[in-house]
């Protein structure tokens, strides 16, 4: 077994925190772990055989953030480039982290995870996991689960079970199984989907192909904007130091994004019209046309929000390099697809940015106490802990705001419950639910009025129950969230210590 480094030195087989998941999640935990907990001992299992998560993932043409970095990077670390950038930079930003903060040694990875068992006669969780390499079986012991393995399946994407696959003749591929070596230049490729995803590849897809046709079953929202930060670029220019800008530009878009996002519920067909005004904007056509193929039937931010820097998926339809196919399939046939409306499609290659699959805790089997745990017979404490699993937070980001923005407030969150433990003598925490909440309604994770991705409604009994009080669901809210996390009462009812 590797050695643990650094401050605190540990055996071999036991860490005192244990970080699932070297991805943007699990890197940002454990900087915060070693800066405000350095006593502590802790490693990183990865099951890939490199950092990065999700950004190692997906490989597809011109893969990039949607979200902008001076609030997907880390509050820690300032982001000196655009506000989108691509997945390579996103990688190299992660690689500083490590090497700056010393992160390196504590990470272990083509280690995956198959079962974490808890045991409280001796406070205790369990981990067994394979070197995949040499499928080597590992075990492991720690006092804490930190989990920051994200929320779907890397292995295996959503692919629809379309009729007549079998008999296409082209080249099918899912985007999060994007191959580089794939050569689209001068083929016709068909783009199935309309989401993040596929605004990011279509228009690097548009530069070479011959043609790029997007079918969607439903149009999505499209948010277009320049990539860059007048903000930021006015601060450098007049000489502010590094750390104050990212400050300073962070508070300046998220209080634009909480704007944007209380606009979405009070006003959304002002929004919308406001969404086609950046459309016409950049592509220079007043008489842009929107329906049938860019009017969503849901309300703005139901579902995420797309971002288009210099609106380049829509000026790829007016240069006429992309078409927009808004149907179902019917079936596959040896040159394409044929719709529900008879439409025939042919594609040399045909690319599913069809989503994710969603996998709770990384498909890894919990028990606690010889028993198993089935997450959707928890609740949820604020969407990080749950009832009934001592010992055990989970990183789950936020929809309507960067991901990173969590991953930082839990990191906060985590550190002072385990020096609070550590105050108190306590070697376990568990969250249940107070008097005050036995008569509580309880609801699923989040309502689909609320978010409703096809990938979230399709496995929501996966997921752990939620309550209709704030402690117990994860709202979703990043601006409620800031003022509420940092000022929970951790000797509070719910907590449970021994």
Excluded at 115 to 138: F, H, K, P, Y
Excluded at 302 to 317: H, M, N, S, T, V
Excluded at 386 to 396: E, K, R, S
Aim: proline residues 5%; glycine residues 8%; charged residues 25%.
């Amino acid at each position: 077994m590797e050695k643990v480094l650094g401050e605190a030195e540990a055996d071999a087989n036991h860490v005192d925190v244990l970080i699932i998941g070297a991805g943007i999640s699990g890197i940002g935990s454990a900087y915060h772990l070693q800066d405000q907990c350095p006593g502590k001992s802790y490693l990183i299992l990865e099951a890939k055989d490199a950092f990065g998560g999700t950004w190692d993932t997906h490989r597809y043409p011109g893969v990039r953030s949607d979200s902008d970095l001076h609030t997907f990077g880390y509050a820690f670390k300032p982001w000196l480039g655009n506000p989108i950038a691509s997945g390579q930079k996103i990688l190299d930003y992660l690689g500083e982290v490590i090497d700056e903060n010393g992160i390196g040694p504590h990470i272990r990875y083509g280690h995956s995870v198959s079962r974490c068992s808890w045991d409280s006669a001796v406070n205790l969780w369990t981990v067994e996991a394979t070197r995949r390499q040499d499928g080597t079986a590992i075990v492991l012991t720690c006092n804490f689960l930190w989990m920051c393995q994200g929320y779907y399946d890397h292995e295996k994407p959503y692919l629809p079970d379309w009729p007549g696959v079998a008999g296409y003749e082209g080249r099918l591929v899912h985007a999060q199984q994007w191959d580089p070596r794939i050569d689209y230049k001068d083929k016709k490729v068909l783009v199935i989907g309309s989401g993040a995803t596929a605004a990011t590849v279509i228009p690097e897809f548009a530069k070479d192909a011959a043609h790029v046709t997007m079918l969607q079953r439903s149009p999505t929202y499209f948010f277009c904007g320049e990539n860059r930060n007048e903000l930021a670029e006015r601060l450098r220019e007049i000489g502010i130091d590094a750390p104050t800008i990212h400050r300073v530009v962070r508070a300046q878009i998220l209080h634009d994004q909480n704007v944007m996002t209380n606009r979405c519920l009070t006003e959304p067909d002002t929004v919308f019209e406001e969404l086609k005004e950046r459309v016409r904007t950049f592509t220079g056509k007043p008489d842009f046309v929107f329906e049938p193929h860019f009017t969503p039937r849901y309300r703005v931010w139901q579902q995420r929000l797309a971002f288009c820097p210099e609106g380049d998926i829509f000026k790829a339809a007016v240069a006429g390099k992309l078409s927009v196919v808004t149907d179902e399939i019917e079936t596959f046939t040896r040159s394409g697809v044929r719709t529900r409306s008879r439409e025939d499609i042919d594609a040399d290659i045909i690319v599913a940015a069809t989503g994710f699959n969603l996998l709770m805790m990384g498909g890894i089997r919990f028990c606690v106490d010889g028993t198993p745990v089935d997450w959707h017979d928890t609740i949820t404490y604020r969407g990080m802990m749950f009832t009934g699993v001592p010992n055990l937070v989970w990183v789950m980001g936020y929809f309507r705001a960067s991901w990173t923005l969590r991953v930082d407030m839990l990191g906060d969150f985590v550190c002072k419950l385990l020096n609070h433990m550590d105050e108190i003598g306590a070697q376990r925490v568990n969250v249940a639910l107070r008097d005050e909440d036995r008569d509580m309604a309880l609801l699923p994770w989040i309502e689909k009025d609320n978010f409703s991705p096809n990938y979230l409604m399709r496995a929501v009994d996966q997921l752990p129950r939620s309550g209709d009080k704030p402690e117990w669901r994860h709202n979703q809210d990043y601006w409620a969230e800031r003022d509420q996390i940092p000022t929970i009462d951790l000797m509070g009812g719910e907590f449970k210590y021994a």
